[in-house]
Every structure is written in C-alpha cells, then in structure tokens.
T-cell receptor, first 119, second 117 residues
Framework: GAVVSQHPSWVICKSGTSVKIECRSL??????MFWYRQFPKQSLMLMAT?????????EQGVEKDKFLINHASLTLSTLTVTSAHPEDSSFYIC???????????????FGPGTRLLVL | AQKVTQAQTEISVVEKEDVTLDCVYE???????LFWYKQPPSGELVFLIR??????QNEISGRYSWNFQKSTSSFNFTITASQVVDSAVYFC??????????????FGAGTILRVKS
C-alpha cells in the first residue's frame, strides 16, 4: 500500500517551454500533497504544500507564478514549471499524505521523482 | 524552530559490519513525529519508520533497529550486518502533528552510506 507515482520520470526541454509533472497516489486518498526540489548531493527543499480543492501554500522564496500547482482530485496533483530555464534543472519529488487521524495519515509517501533538464 | 542534524556526511563500511547513523533534532513541540527515509541511487525516497514523541520504545525490523531517546533528542538508526544493497542516502526527518494543512517535514542533510563488498 501507499504507492505514489510520478510522470514523467525524465524530461529534457528547451529553455522557455513549460513542463508539467504529475503526481498520483495509487492506493490511497491524498488529502495533502507536497512538492520538493532536490539538488545533487543536497537534502530535499519543500517548495509547496497543496490540499485538494484549494490553493497551494508556497514556501518563502518559491515563485508561485513560476511553479504552478494544481491539486484537482484526491489522487492527483500537478506541478507546472512555466517558461523553464536552465537554472530550473533539478530533481523534483512529490509526496502524498492521507488525512490526519487516518491510517498512515501522519506519514508522507514519496514518488520516484522527475529529473528535469532544461537546455 | 525545528531542526534536524545528521552530523555524519558520509560513512563507508565493509559488508557485514554494523553501522549506526546518528540523528539529533530540535523542536519546541511536545508532540511530534520522527522519520527515517532511504534514498537509493534511483532517487525515490523509501519510508522506513515513523515514531511519535510519546513512544520511546526501540524498534527492530529485520536488520534495522532504531533507538529513540527524548532525553538527548536523538533518533539513531542501526543497520546490522550491512549489505551492499544498503548503500544509499539516509534522511532523518521531523514533523509537527496534525497541522491543519499537512505536517511539514523538516529533513536533515542526509548521510551517505557506502557498503563495500
């Protein structure tokens, strides 16, 4: 149980294009999903927290117009990197969590990540 | 503010050796959760364990064991008889309990474990 998928796993794009990354909880309802960014040999940096049906909460320093997050259902959240530039190249990881008080509701389960390379 | 410190940046051991990964945390909350995650070279974070602040019992799962001590704010992780497949980055993390909009995880910097055959 508690499987989270991410698609695509790899994406290479030209500078200026937009890239959409999907995060799905496959066997549980994800009341809350999180988006992280990880640079090589570094820890995870939380970008934003999204709750189903409401606007995402962005961490300080993260441009909300640059990184668009949509959490339209209890099993799907998307991150769109708009007008991507080489400095946006990174490893993006999502996680999903069930509602507090539910089984596993206190634990974030992570997707396999998406490696983005902007040329 | 919450903080997690993993002082060991990198550890190298030979297969079958035991290894302990240290984790020290800071929080003002009385109720919180502690986690360990494993990140193999593939990149996916694998959940290993969750421990709440009221449960100080040590836990053993196969070759893995965890030692939680509130008195020293530590949550250390021991791998017994290490194997090459244990090679990965291990993250310790801390979260508050039952925030309205999801428990944010505060991660440590991670410890790279290299197990040589």
């Amino acid at each position: 149980g508690a499987v989270v998928s991410q698609h695509p796993s790899w994406v290479i794009c030209k500078s200026g294009t937009s890239v959409k990354i999907e995060c799905r909880s496959l066997d549980f309802q994800a009341t809350t999903m999180f988006w992280y960014r990880q640079f090589p040999k570094q820890s995870l940096m939380l970008m934003a927290t999204s709750n189903e049906g409401s606007k995402a909460t962005y961490e300080q320093g993260v441009e909300k117009d640059k990184f668009l997050i949509n959490h339209a259902s209890l099993t799907l959240s998307t991150l769109t990197v708009t007008s991507a530039h080489p400095e946006d190249s990174s490893f993006y990881i999502c996680s999903a969590r069930n509602a507090p008080g539910t089984s596993g509701g206190e634990t974030q389960y992570f997707g396999p990540g998406t490696r983005l390379l902007v040329l | 503010a919450q903080k997690v410190t993993q002082a060991q940046t990198e550890i190298s051991v030979v297969e079958k050796e035991d290894v302990t990964l240290d984790c020290v945390y800071e929080t003002r909350d009385t109720t919180y959760y502690l986690f360990w995650y494993k990140q193999p070279p593939s990149g996916e974070l694998v959940f290993l364990i969750r421990r709440n602040s009221f449960d100080e019992q040590n836990e053993i799962s196969g070759r893995y064991s965890w030692n939680f001590q509130k008195s020293t704010s530590s949550f250390n992780f021991t791998i017994t008889a290490s194997q090459v497949v244990d090679s990965a980055v291990y993250f310790c993390a801390l979260s508050e309990v039952y925030m309205e909009y999801g428990n944010k995880l505060v991660f440590g910097a991670g410890t790279i474990l290299r197990v040589k055959s």
